[in-house]
């Protein structure tokens, strides 16, 4: 029995240090259903703003194989504090608000000067959107409504066996090409 944990304990490690290159297959469902080219997922340490190389790498992939297919007219990056999205009627600290913030200042940033995309949307996915930008339908209420229709944005209580299926430490990166 215990062979059997350290083995899993040991997957399950080698799994969370190398999941940049993986994409959910709800992040993947929710970029089919926006109609992006391609999408990319980071994933940060806690409490970490900044890329890695890898990181940055695995960006650019995505900007890449979408450059294939036409040109970019667009990015829109969705990022997590080190919570998964917030329940109904609950809020996440301002300190997680601030640190989804910071993440995607760092990836937008990266986005603009480094592959020179000047058209960047983002969503912070540590706030829900706001009663008023519900009523109006707005982009931002619009992409989360999405994400958590597909489960690219679980909360807390749906993230799947130990968690795997969870979003939180991570930004998602969508493509989309002029029409």
Same mark, same amino acid.
């Given at each position: 029995?215990?062979?059997?944990? $350290?083995?899993?304990?040991?997957?399950?490690?080698?799994?969370?240090?190398?999941?940049?290159?993986?994409?959910? !297959?709800?992040?993947?469902?929710?970029?089919?259903?926006?109609?992006?080219?391609q999408?990319?997922e980071?994933?940060?340490? $806690? !409490?970490?703003?900044?890329?890695?190389?890898?990181?940055?790498?695995e960006?650019?992939?995505?900007?890449?194989?979408?450059?294939?297919?036409?040109e970019?007219e667009?990015?829109?990056i969705?990022?997590?504090?080190?919570?998964?999205?917030?329940?109904?009627k609950t809020?996440?600290?301002?300190?997680?608000?601030t640190l989804?913030?910071?993440?995607i200042?760092?990836?937008?940033?990266?986005?603009k000067?480094?592959l020179?995309?000047?058209?960047?949307?983002?969503?912070?996915?540590?706030?829900?959107?706001?009663?008023?930008?519900?009523?109006?339908?707005?982009?931002?209420?619009?992409?989360?409504?999405?994400?958590?229709? $597909?489960?690219a944005?679980?909360?807390?209580?749906?993230?799947?066996?130990?968690g795997?299926?969870?979003?939180?430490?991570?930004?998602?990166i969508?493509?989309?090409?002029?029409?």
């Amino acid at each position: 029995m215990t062979s059997i944990m $350290t083995i899993t304990a040991t997957a399950i490690l080698l799994f969370t240090q190398h999941t940049f290159a993986m994409i959910s !297959s709800e992040t993947d469902q929710l970029a089919k259903n926006m109609g992006a080219a391609q999408v990319s997922e980071v994933n940060f340490g $806690t !409490s970490n703003t900044s890329l890695t190389d890898d990181q940055k790498k695995e960006i650019n992939e995505a900007v890449a194989e979408a450059r294939k297919l036409g040109e970019v007219e667009d990015i829109k990056i969705l990022a997590w504090s080190d919570k998964e999205y917030p329940l109904p009627k609950t809020k996440h600290t301002k300190a997680d608000v601030t640190l989804a913030d910071n993440r995607i200042k760092e990836v937008k940033k990266y986005i603009k000067d480094g592959l020179h995309i000047s058209s960047v949307d983002s969503y912070n996915m540590a706030e829900r959107p706001s009663k008023l930008s519900e009523l109006f339908k707005t982009s931002n209420a619009k992409i989360k409504k999405d994400a958590v229709a $597909t489960g690219a944005a679980p909360s807390d209580d749906d993230t799947g066996f130990l968690g795997l299926n969870g979003h939180k430490s991570k930004a998602v990166i969508m493509v989309f090409l002029k029409k």
